[in-house]
């Protein structure tokens, strides 16, 4: 990868670092990966997470041992490089009202107007998150540092199927009265898009979910934005078994962030059901690079390009029609990935795209992913 665009790879197996190592010999980039509120050694009895339960609604009854233990992880970690990451997934209520309710909450506050409680909710639950971050730039000052967890557009599907851009904001106006917080102390953004469903709605799940997060952090700078992946369906969809990604997928995954606004994607996976340095990680992993070098030769263009959006992914997504977009390098040339999951694997279908003063004809092939460089009269598919 060039022009500043990256693949990380954070796939944990039994194959004691051999996996890891052939990775980065290929070009992917190592993350640090730390479960930030666990208590390994002490056998859980100290896990914050816990201690949080589910829909905690008081932020301000932090466990006395706090600071202790993720000072402790941090330190401990071992560091495999790259960038850092804590992992923090804490089941707090997202709605202030909600806790407003709470009596034990309203008082732990110190608040007596809901005005003013709702906006001391969301900042005091952001601490549980920026501290982590602020303690973690201070053991390695030198290591990016972000976040898995919230996110400045928390991951969603339902809630961006079928709905309008009211709708949206609406559903997800809490994410930023949270994140507001949290942003200072990150140095780059993280966009979940694992996939929960074989269905043609799940390529522009991956757009929007990376497209929403990357046009709501604008407003705080120009960090990079990057898409966390996983080969295989995840596990909540007992339907799917967590198997492997079907190819399509696999192909949508390994392309469509970069035309999305993300700047990297991180391959994570958990698979310890690999014993050897003989055996790869996913069985469809060859698939997925094959498309990662299809990025990557156009890599230096992309990576100077301007993303333009005109139609967001959730109105494509609603309106069942192809998602195409187009990165402008200079005038009259131009780099355009476009998608039609709808159609049948033995369909066609084709957009007429303008670069300039130039026009082009874009076919699509099946549900698999065109990638076409357009410079003044000449096109190159990749």
Avoid at 24 to 29: D, K, N, T, V, Y
Avoid at 60 to 72: G, L, S, T
Avoid at 184 to 197: K, L
Avoid at 315 to 320: D, M
Wanted: net charge positive; charged share 25%; hydrophobic share 35%.
């Amino acid at each position: 990868m060039r022009g500043g665009l990256k693949v990380f790879w954070n796939v944990s197996d039994r194959s004691n670092g051999a996996n890891m190592a052939q990775a980065l010999a290929r070009g992917f980039e190592p993350v640090t990966l730390l479960n930030t509120f666990a208590d390994y050694p002490g056998d859980q009895k100290q896990n914050i997470a816990h201690f949080v339960g589910r829909k905690n609604k008081n932020p301000w009854k932090k466990p006395p041992y706090f600071k202790d233990i993720i000072q402790r992880n941090i330190a401990q970690r071992e560091n495999n490089g790259g960038i850092f990451v804590n992992d923090i997934e804490i089941g707090f209520e997202q709605e202030a009202a909600r806790a407003w309710a709470d009596e034990t909450a309203r008082k732990y506050s110190g608040h007596e107007s809901f005005s003013t409680f709702e906006a001391a909710y969301y900042q005091e639950w952001a601490t549980w998150f920026w501290q982590p971050a602020k303690w973690t730039k201070q053991q390695y000052p030198n290591q990016p540092t972000g976040l898995y967890g919230p996110q400045a557009f928390r991951r969603d599907y339902w809630g961006i199927s079928g709905k309008s851009a009211q709708q949206i904001d609406g559903t997800h106006a809490n994410d930023h009265l949270l994140w507001q917080h949290i942003d200072p102390y990150i140095d780059f953004y993280v966009a979940s898009i694992y996939v929960f469903y074989n269905q043609p709605g799940s390529v522009y799940y991956m757009a929007a979910n990376v497209e929403e997060n990357f046009a709501r952090t604008r407003q705080f700078g120009n960090k990079p934005v990057y898409a966390y992946e996983w080969l295989r369906y995840h596990n909540s969809n007992k339907w799917e078994n967590n198997r492997e990604l079907d190819p399509y997928l696999v192909e949508a995954m390994a392309i469509i962030p970069f035309f999305s606004g993300a700047k990297g994607i991180v391959l994570w996976g958990h698979e310890v059901q690999i014993k050897s340095d003989e055996t790869y990680p996913f069985d469809n992993l060859p698939l997925f690079v094959s498309h990662v070098k299809r990025v990557a030769r156009l890599s230096d263009k992309i990576g100077r390009a301007r993303l333009e959006i005109d139609t967001p992914a959730h109105v494509l997504w609603k309106s069942k029609r192809p998602l195409v977009r187009q990165m402008i390098v200079k005038e009259g040339e131009c780099i355009v990935m476009a998608v039609n999951p709808w159609q049948s694997e033995q369909s066609e279908s084709r957009q007429t795209i303008q670069c300039g003063t130039e026009s082009a004809e874009v076919t699509m092939r099946g549900q698999r992913v065109t990638l076409l460089h357009i410079n003044r009269r000449q096109l190159t598919e990749y």
